[in-house]
């Protein structure tokens, strides 16, 4: 369709009103006019040849993600793009470390779109959203710990070979997040347990200390669900489950 002329700007901004995306048929329009029409609709810029900085983040402001179609935006623009958008930055070439914290700031997982993140960066993701823990490549264990924390222990299922540190604080979030940790440590089943006596189901080979625990709470539930050769037991603890 063939550029609208339209006389006055007053006509631009009514053309605006009833059509956000009338500025891809207005030859010419006003700064004022372009900023109506992405303030209606961040989208709008891709109908705008060579966006002033101002309408530039208007469109941005209203939708992060559209800063894809702005060329060589500046450090304002990326800023009020991923605070609005925090996975917009995969849109973003280089972006300076401020544009990268807002990033994480505003959704955790933005940290994908990150090359060599820093530790104080994946941090902030972390605490931001405990599940952007999946998206770091061999996290430290202080940030292990932040999202753990996060998540209430369940982010353990995407931590590789996680320290016994690690692995208790998960449980001690949650006692079922036991269920992620191949060859829990005593200290950890009986965390686990203490947590949740029914995270027992999920341990493989309780030892003594636990199967004694999970006996002397005389809870049928949980004594029922370990997963044990109850024929093995000391006759001590034997004695204790024909008297419950």
């Given at each position: 369709m063939n550029p609208v002329i339209y006389r006055t700007e007053k006509e631009q901004l009514k053309a605006i009103k009833r059509n956000i995306f009338a500025a891809q048929y207005i030859y010419n329009p006003s700064e004022k006019v372009q900023?109506?029409?992405?303030?209606?609709?961040?989208?709008?810029?891709?109908?705008?040849?060579?966006?002033?900085?101002?309408?530039?983040?208007?469109?941005?402001?209203?939708?992060?993600?559209?800063?894809?179609?702005?060329?060589?935006?500046?450090?304002a623009v990326q800023l009020a793009a991923v605070k609005e958008e925090g996975l917009a930055i995969q849109y973003i070439e280089n972006p300076s470390e401020a544009v990268q914290l807002a990033a994480v700031r505003k959704d955790g997982v933005a940290i994908q779109y990150i090359h060599n993140p820093s530790e104080a960066l994946q941090l902030e993701?972390?605490?931001?959203?405990?599940?952007?823990?999946?998206?770091?490549?061999?996290?430290?264990?202080?940030?292990?710990?932040?999202?753990?924390?996060?998540?209430?222990?369940?982010?353990?299922?995407?931590?590789?070979?996680?320290?016994?540190?690690?692995?208790?604080?998960?449980?001690?979030?949650?006692?079922?997040a036991i269920r992620f940790i191949y060859n829990p440590s005593e200290a950890v089943q009986l965390a686990a347990v203490k947590k949740d006596i029914y995270s027992i189901q999920y341990i493989h080979n309780p030892t003594k200390k636990v199967i004694r625990y999970i006996i002397e709470s005389e809870d049928i539930e949980a004594i029922q669900s370990m997963r044990i050769d109850f024929e093995t037991l000391p006759d001590e603890l034997k004695l204790r489950l024909e008297i419950i």
């Open positions: 900023l109506e029409s992405v303030k209606s609709s961040g989208h709008a810029i891709v109908y705008i040849d060579n966006p002033s900085e101002a309408v530039q983040l208007a469109a941005v402001k209203d939708t992060g993600n559209v800063i894809k179609f702005i060329h060589n935006p500046s450090e993701a972390v605490r931001k959203s405990g599940a952007a823990i999946q998206f770091i490549h061999n996290p430290s264990e202080a940030v292990q710990l932040a999202a753990i924390k996060d998540t209430g222990g369940w982010v353990i299922e995407h931590i590789r070979n996680p320290s016994e540190a690690v692995q208790l604080e998960a449980v001690k979030e949650a006692g079922e």
